[in-house]
């Protein structure tokens, strides 16, 4: 994590930082074996083009796209698309963290979510709100219903008040219990799902690289690890690779079984 200081100090609660700040820099490292499906690929080169052609929409009076809001399941890519927009865009990457601002204290959680969103009008960047069901569950079945009416209110007016030259990505793995007001706030969305083979087969390839392998090690990947995330994926990868270093030996059939074993992903629907 960048340890670069921003125009402004990024605002406090519980005596932490409200957020993790990363650099373009470091934003392009995390980013750069993203692999995107060919409708997300065109949603979000779409929305970097528009965000690059701001004087010619002003002067057509038609209000440019600000907000991006991704759904799917865990480890299909969103964290790391956070990270693609940050880097394409040449702006930090500001990880919200929800921990330091759901508070206990009455209207405290509120407070937090205004003072990120000021913090996103002074300081151009990409604000990144995961997991962001938690301060934007629909007021309708929530147990503690004027608390959380009283966050995702609060929420409502920042993003309808979000203007200027950063950008908001929220990302969650549960968007059916999102706010139908919250949802609609977002102009842009995007749906993650588990990689198909071709996605797969990419991914695979970038993972993998220069380094040393047996042939048709990587068709056995393909093969072995469908149903795995894109998350998985890496972590399986990055585990046969160590095992390939310590034997000095090059990727093999046997290496990729035994870190699938060892790492044993929990696929859907299993």
Same mark, same amino acid.
């Given at each position: 994590? #960048? ?33 995107? #499906? ?10 970097? %083009? ?11 009076? =038609? ?5 991006? &809001? ?9 964290? $790391?698309?956070? @990270?693609? &927009?940050?880097?394409? $865009?040449?702006?930090?990457? =500001? ?14 959680? #509120? %407070?937090? =979510? ?11 960047? =990409? ?13 309708? #079945?929530?147990?503690? &219903?004027?608390?959380?009416?009283? &966050?995702?209110? %609060? ?10 030259? *950063? ?31 071709? *996605? ?24 072995? $690890? ?21 034997? *000095? @030996? ?6 990729? @079984? ?13």
């Amino acid at each position: 994590m #960048s340890k670069t200081n921003h125009i402004n100090r990024i605002p406090r609660a519980k005596g932490i930082d409200m957020a993790a700040f990363y650099s373009p820099k470091e934003c392009a490292r995390k980013a750069k074996h993203i692999v995107f #499906s060919a409708e997300n690929e065109r949603i979000i080169e779409e929305f970097l %083009t528009i965000l690059g052609m701001k004087d010619r929409f002003a002067e057509h009076e =038609v209000p440019i796209p600000n907000k991006l &809001v991704m759904f799917g399941p865990p480890g299909t890519g969103k964290t $790391l698309t956070a @990270s693609y &927009v940050a880097d394409r $865009l040449n702006l930090p990457l =500001v990880l919200v963290r929800l921990d330091a601002i759901i508070h206990s204290h009455l209207g405290e959680t #509120s %407070t937090n =979510v205004r003072k990120l969103f000021e913090y996103a009008r002074v300081n151009p960047c =990409v604000l990144f709100l995961d997991e962001f069901d938690a301060i934007a569950r629909t007021r309708e #079945s929530n147990d503690e &219903v004027k608390e959380m009416a009283r &966050v995702v209110n %609060t929420l409502l007016q920042c993003l309808d008040e979000f203007e200027g030259d *950063s950008i908001c990505i929220a990302a969650t793995n549960l968007e059916t219990q999102l706010d139908h007001a919250i949802w609609r706030r977002f102009d842009t969305k995007k749906n993650y799902a588990m990689p198909d083979v071709q *996605s797969r087969q990419l991914y695979i390839n970038k993972l993998v690289g220069q380094f040393e392998h047996q042939a048709n090690v990587k068709h056995y990947m393909c093969q072995r $690890l469908e149903g795995c995330s894109f998350a998985d994926v890496e972590q399986i990868i990055l585990k046969a690779k160590r095992k390939a270093i310590i034997t *000095s @030996s090059p990727l093999h059939e046997q290496l990729i @079984s035994d870190a699938y074993d060892e790492y044993m992903p929990r696929l859907l629907g299993t």
